[in-house]
């Protein structure tokens, strides 16, 4: 595998179901985030790990939980999820955020999510 | 505030060139990047500015005004394949992207 991987691909769920999100990078990078992608809205930030340590938090419900547990996974656990979070959620990795260069981000494919 | 401000929609001809404008305003600037996204796809990287200027990569040019907070992505010779969203992104001082709501472009044979 190279690249950024994300699974599943698609996932529905019931308001009271517990899923989770599982994304992989194998670049070498040392930052990884989760993003929410909604139709014709900018991408939103969710959480930020930098050297598995979260930095960035941008007022995520707690409905949404990361977990970083190494540089190259990162999970995002979903529990008793509302229907306006059907979205695609979007992983991507760079560099650490202290190494400088460019940090552009590289993006796995996303997972489409549907919260019935 | 934050904000990054492109069209929402543009339309080209195949073979002709077409630019996407990008203002940003941002607490601190660490640089401007645009992505492409084809429809069901993940976003790709395509260009980085940080100096003041034009930068080229074959079909694609990048042009980055900071006094302006502007930028803007030139496509020439266009290809149906070029038929995307693309995205304008600035960093800000906290090493963050700030995201535009992107701009689908259209190519018409």
């Known amino acids: 595998e190279t690249g950024v991987t994300q699974t599943p691909r698609h996932l529905v769920m019931g308001m009271t179901n517990k899923k989770s999100l599982k994304c992989e990078q194998h670049l070498g990078h040392n930052a990884m985030y989760w993003y929410k992608q909604s139709a014709k809205k900018p991408l939103e930030l969710m959480f930020v790990y930098n050297f598995k340590e979260q930095t960035e938090n941008n007022s995520v419900p707690s409905r949404f939980s990361p977990e970083c547990p190494n540089s190259s996974h990162l999970f995002l656990h979903l529990h008793t999820l509302q229907p306006e979070d059907s979205a695609l959620y979007l992983c991507?990795?760079?560099?650490?955020?202290?190494?400088?260069?460019?940090?552009?981000?590289?993006f796995g494919p996303g997972t489409r999510l549907t919260v019935t | 505030g934050q904000n990054i401000d492109q069209p929402t929609e543009m339309t080209a001809t195949e073979g002709a060139i077409v630019q996407i404008n990008c203002t940003y305003q941002?607490?601190?600037?660490?640089?401007l990047f645009w992505y492409q996204q084809h429809a069901g796809e993940a976003p790709t990287f395509l260009s980085y500015n940080v100096l003041d200027g034009l930068e080229e990569k074959g079909r694609f040019s990048s042009f980055l005004s900071r006094s302006k907070g502007y930028s803007y992505l030139l496509l020439k010779e266009l290809q149906m394949k070029d038929s995307a969203s693309y995205l304008c992104?600035?960093?800000?001082?906290?090493?963050?992207?700030?995201w535009g709501a992107g701009t689908k472009l259209i190519i018409k044979p």
């Open positions: 992104a600035a960093m800000d001082s906290n090493y963050q992207l700030i």
């Open positions: 991507a990795s760079s560099q650490d955020l202290l190494a400088g260069g460019t940090y552009e981000q590289y």
């Open positions: 941002t607490s601190g600037f660490n640089g």
